[in-house]
């Protein structure tokens, strides 16, 4: 299946259960490498409406990085290091700490 036909078929996804954050952070992910602006606004609508979805955090602050937004990537990796301390995933808790600790390292931050 071609990076085309998964876009198309994600979207249909989000339009038959757009309350599944599943679906915008697939479509998300799918869009990130092609279309980082759109990537970029899909991982916005996420963190807007469905600030509880963990998985988000991680590739929603690499992609603001890239982009050369820092201060936006520290709040949402902040923000994911909150929420997984919240929801007890110390797996994802960790990986967002490594990510921010060579996010930090990596952009001279503290």
Known sequence: MSNLDRITLLKQFTEEEPENPFNWYALAIEHRE???????SLFMKLLSEHPTYLATYFPAAHLYAEMGDLEQSK???EDGISLAREQKNMKALQELQNAYQNFLFENDLD
Do not use: G, N, Q
């Open 34 to 40: 092609s279309d980082p602006k759109e990537a970029h």
């Open 75 to 77: 709040v949402i990796f």
